[in-house]
């Protein structure tokens, strides 16, 4: 757990620079898997990761997270090959499916809703669709609008990897705006690879910078997380 001044990077401090015209803005991956909040937390049950095989082929798997507090909010679930696991993690919190509010798949890969059928009694929301069983709910997403799950945790649109991204916002953390992003950032020093990634590089461009002109701390979908500080330049 930590808070703002106890933040612990990697023994091998990663930082990253990004271009913003208004401010200076350094990214700085961290070890920590929790972050504390009142009246929400947030936990890395698993890091995602994607690495390159001798064959040409990848290895890949998304971050797996979950959001504690007056509701119980799972973010991505893995691939199909994470069912034990994610159960598992779930147990030593002391929960089931069942005590699961919302579940978010941050985009349709199969190394983020691989495990959706877990969670039949949980408000589903992949991408812009919001469902309750086979009852799908209003909403304006897909217009860029949040849904606001309460009054400190939404998703927001964070189009670019795909047509129809959402991340999940959560306020009021020890370290500040929380955002788990999925595949909107892969890791903190992605530069080399998102758009390689990503439908629309143009969009998910737009999406990433406000992203980091508004979290202080990124969970991206295939690496540890990051916190974000900016300094304006004028």
């Not at 757990?1 to 200076?24: G, I």
């Not at 949980?122 to 304006?140: A, H, K, W």
Request: glycine share 8%; proline share 6%; hydrophobic share 30%.
């Amino acid at each position: 757990m930590f808070q703002l001044e106890a933040y612990k990077p990697t023994h091998n401090v990663l930082r990253s620079f990004s271009m913003d015209p208004d401010y200076s803005i350094i990214k700085t991956e961290c070890s920590e898997l929790c972050v504390k909040g009142d009246p929400y937390s947030v936990s890395v049950l698993k890091e995602g990761y994607c690495t390159v095989e001798p064959d040409g082929t990848f290895r890949a798997d998304g971050t797996i997270s979950l959001v504690s507090g007056p509701k119980t909010i799972l973010v991505d679930t893995g691939g199909p090959w994470d069912r034990e696991f994610l159960l598992s993690k779930l147990k030593e919190r002391g929960l089931s499916p069942a005590n699961v509010s919302v579940v978010v798949g941050t985009h349709g890969h199969s190394d983020h809703i691989g495990n959706l059928n877990l969670f039949p009694q949980s408000t589903v929301i992949v991408g812009c669709d919001i469902s309750e069983g086979d009852r799908y709910l209003p909403n304006r997403l897909a217009e860029g609008q949040p849904y606001h799950i309460d009054d400190h945790v939404s998703v927001v649109a964070t189009p670019g990897h795909t047509g129809h991204d959402v991340s999940v916002q959560v306020k009021g953390t020890s370290v500040g705006t929380v955002l788990v992003a999925g595949d909107l950032f892969e890791r903190c020093d992605d530069e080399d690879s998102w758009k390689e990634l990503s439908e629309n590089v143009e969009v998910q461009e737009t999406s990433r910078k406000k992203a980091l002109r508004e979290a202080d701390v990124i969970i991206p979908g295939h690496g540890r997380l990051f916190r974000v500080d900016r300094t304006p330049l004028n």
